[in-house]
């Protein structure tokens, strides 16, 4: 039996995600249906703003960021393997290479399991949570 775990946070980046490249290496990472958001648990957020042409209104869709997916139950196992594959199919874009921040927190099942995986100078990283009393000992988990 797998934990059930709550993920909070997501992933920023700059300069968007072009729509030619969403198409070309990323479309596995586009939410298809509320079925499939327990495949993955992060999804790309994307926009569309219209552009005014002389031929009529076009629409530019971009990705933006990436968010937790909403799917009931999440176990967060594969999280550090999926923020991965994100930065190693988008860190170089058609402009240069992208900045990502990553900021997710994990809540695990049991009291005291917190954890985080972000970003320090472009590898991903994570980070155990340590609570400390306030004398100064800290807690630990046997």
Known sequence: MSS???????ITFTPPISWKEIREKGERFILR??????????WLVMTQES???????????????FE????????????VAEVEDILKT????PEGERVFEVGLVVYG????????VRTVNGEVVTEQARI???DGTEVFRT
């Open 90 to 93: 988008f860190r170089l874009g």
């Open 33 to 42: 249906s509320r079925e499939s958001g327990a495949d993955r648990l992060l």
């Open 109 to 116: 099942e049991h009291p005291g399991k917190i954890w985080r």
């Open 51 to 65: 552009v005014e042409k002389d031929e009529g209104t076009l629409y530019v869709t971009k990705g933006t960021s």
């Open 132 to 134: 400390t009393w306030p």
């Open 68 to 79: 937790v997916s909403n799917a009931d139950e999440l176990n967060a196992r594969g999280l």
């Open 4 to 10: 059930v775990d709550t993920i909070s946070g997501g």
